[in-house]
């Protein structure tokens, strides 16, 4: 046997081991709407890899690494002041305190026995001061007709692709006017997932809150940026609208938000037109493109790998947006670290009167059943996202019923009303509302419920949502939100 007829054995297991890696790495659930489950044979020979379909007894820990760091931060904030690590720094040197925020909004007293659900609909529950805790979006829903009422919702991988959040925004946009589908970050690993927008191109390095190398001067309630990569002699994305959607097809104002340190020229384009290159000056500060009229379609090209690219922003002149900021396993915490300086400077483009703040997921474990560190984090999280958007409302998103492999069985997860209850408590501590996400879905057993209806509802990780169980939250939510808006 020669050399080459030795090698072959060789390759061809090496290219099936390459193959089984990255189809492990797929989210097969949630790009076949259930259909597939997700796998990962590579499982058990890599460390810390964990893609289980349903959580574990022995699940003992927190999902996100983050929220663990700051765990143990809190902690330090328990010793004396000399004991003290130094507060990180950020943009024009702001610090950012890592200690337990206890600050207290003098709420409405809580009832012993929380009644969420009033003539079939989960109520928004007010904790603000003043019981105005909707105010700003309620004003901004009354002047619609003329102006834009800006929703973000900014969670985890829960809406992810759109999901929930798609509908939401549909539903709302048939009751107070509006187009366009909001925010879109420069570049997806599986733009086809979803399903609000068509998202093309390329040449682009994504960092997110959590990325090695990433800058804090750039990092915004995105929670990423990206700039142009060195293997690419520019970086472009194109973003086309959809028919599936009735308000989602054009719209009229289409907006790239970035960061450019230097002299340089960023290039834009609408439908088949030309392409339209702006000279931009130098700065530190957001800087905004906007280009203004009906089109189906918007480009962006640039060269200069100095450039932070924040995202584009697809919305028309007024109606109702409604903006999907995802991020892949975060629990929350990384909102601390949010630039106030540059969220100041984006307001001036971009500034929103809801911020919806949907979290929970990769914070629960089976055998936790005590979340009060997670509690107190979530507070410093929306007093600080108060910081940075001063002009909106916080609505908190309790985490939706979660599955828990016990023997052959699944059943919810048995800490999911502790981790409810702590998020409650956030709330109410931090005096905003709160919507139970879980009672709305039916409460103990729904997720069960909904990964097994026909189509399903909930992926058969027994987590995440499907396109059509998103559909089906986010019925539930609107009519919570327009009995709260206009009741």
């Known amino acids: 046997m020669n050399d080459e007829s030795q090698g072959k ?36 020979i890599l460390p810390g890899c964990d893609t289980a379909t349903v959580a574990t007894s022995d699940d003992s820990q927190p999902v996100d690494k983050e929220l663990i760091a700051a765990i143990e931060e809190q902690k330090k904030g328990d010793e004396p002041a000399s004991e003290k690590s130094q507060p990180a720094v950020t943009k024009a040197g702001t610090q950012v305190d890592t200690t337990p925020d206890t ?13 969420p659900k009033v003539d079939g609909i989960v109520i928004m529950e007010d904790y603000s001061k003043n019981g105005d805790g909707l105010a700003r979006i309620k004003a901004a829903l009354s002047r619609s007709g003329n102006s834009l009422a800006r929703i973000a919702v900014v969670g985890d991988s829960y809406i992810e692709g759109d999901i929930f959040t798609q509908n ?48 804090g001067a750039y990092m915004s309630i995105t929670e990423q ?17 959809v ?26 384009k609408s439908t088949d037109d030309a392409w339209e290159t702006h ?30 690219a924040i995202g584009v922003w697809l919305d028309e002149h007024c109606g109702v947006s ?61 007093n600080h996202t108060r910081k940075c958007y001063p002009n909106a409302d916080i609505l ?32 109410r501590t931090a005096g905003c509302v709160f919507w139970d996400t879980r009672e709305a879905m039916g409460g103990e057993g729904a997720i069960i419920k909904w990964a097994n209806a026909q189509p399903p509802l909930a992926n058969k990780d027994y987590v995440h949502l499907s396109h059509t169980g998103g559909a089906r939250l986010a019925e539930e939510f609107v009519k919570s939100f327009v009995n709260a808006i206009e009741n």
Do not use: H
């Open 243 to 268: 028919s599936k959607y009735p308000t989602l097809s054009s719209w009229g104002v289409s907006r790239f938000l970035f960061v450019s340190p230097q002299n340089t020229v960023i290039r834009t």
């Open 9 to 44: 054995p060789f390759l061809i297991i090496l290219t099936a081991i390459i193959i089984v890696a990255a189809v492990s790495l797929l989210p097969l659930s949630r790009i076949s709407e259930g259909k597939l489950n997700d796998f990962n044979l590579i499982a058990d």
């Open 396 to 427: 908190l998103m309790g985490v939706g019923d979660r599955g828990q492999k016990n023997g052959s069985e699944v059943k919810s997860m048995a800490t999911a009303a502790a981790m409810v209850s702590a998020q409650r408590k956030a709330a």
């Open 279 to 308: 000279e931009i000056t130098g700065s530190t500060e957001a800087q905004c493109i906007e280009v203004t009229g009906a089109t189906p379609s918007f480009s962006v090209s640039l060269s200069d790998p100095s450039v932070a």
């Open 168 to 215: 939401v925004r549909e539903k709302l946009q048939e009751r107070y006017g509006g187009g366009g589908v909001g925010y879109v970050n420069m570049y997806s690993e599986f733009p086809g997932f979803r399903r609000s927008v068509r998202q093309s191109g390329g040449g682009w390095t994504v960092y997110n809150v959590s990325s090695s190398g990433r800058r």
């Open 322 to 382: 409604v903006d999907c900021m995802s991020s892949r396993g975060f629990s929350g915490v990384t909102l601390m670290r949010v630039n106030e300086t540059l969220s100041s400077e984006m307001r001036r483009y971009i500034d929103y009167d809801l911020i919806v703040l949907e979290f929970g997921i990769n914070a629960m474990s089976a055998s936790q059943r005590d979340y009060s560190a997670y509690c107190n984090l979530m507070v410093k999280v929306i």
């Open 225 to 241: 940026y990206s700039v142009k990569n060195s293997e690419s002699a520019t970086a472009n994305a194109t973003y086309k609208g």
């Open 103 to 115: 600050t207290t909004v003098a709420a409405a007293p809580l009832p012993d026995e929380i009644n």
